[in-house]
């Protein structure tokens, strides 16, 4: 793998604690910077993990300084966002080839293939829709699981 894609799921299993994947999403994020592999989001990244972490402060799912610790825990890891030419014409037709509603998923999905990487997400309903035909999009409770 030439780069690992990670989503705001996947960012958000890394920062908070109960989020059911987080050991998962700690050892992909050990093995990508052991190995050398840079992790890349798409600029949406950004707003999507505050967004979230908004919410839950909002909701009262999370405190101010739960919030405040999240957020930079999640400004420590080395995510470099990228852009790409052809990302919109990608993200839009991978969205419509899966009938997905929004294209934010297929947006991560399209930046993993152009830099010839891996998207990993904790959004199981995107992963059950491409996984068929997109075997570089991977599923976070997979990671680490031997194949049978």
């Not at 793998?1 to 994947?21: Q, W």
């Not at 052991?34 to 909701?59: H, T, W, Y």
């Not at 947006?107 to 997109?134: H, I, R």
Request: net charge neutral.
């Amino acid at each position: 793998m030439r780069a690992c894609c990670l989503d705001a799921s996947v960012a958000l299993n890394l920062v908070l604690k109960g989020e059911p994947y987080r050991n998962r999403a700690r050892q992909l994020l050990r093995d990508c910077l052991v190995g050398n592999i840079p992790l890349i989001a798409p600029a949406l990244f950004q707003c999507e993990v505050d967004s979230v972490i908004q919410k839950r402060v909002m909701d009262g799912a999370l405190t101010a300084a739960e919030a405040t610790k999240a957020l930079a825990g999640l400004d420590k890891i080395p995510i470099r966002i990228v852009a790409h030419e052809n990302l919109r014409h990608l993200a839009r037709s991978i969205a419509a080839q899966f009938h997905q509603r929004t294209v934010y998923d297929s947006t991560y999905a399209a930046l993993a293939n152009l830099y010839d990487g891996e998207y990993w997400t904790a959004d199981k309903a995107f992963y059950d829709a491409v996984k068929a035909d997109v075997p570089f999009v991977k599923y976070l409770p997979d990671y680490g699981v031997p194949i049978s």
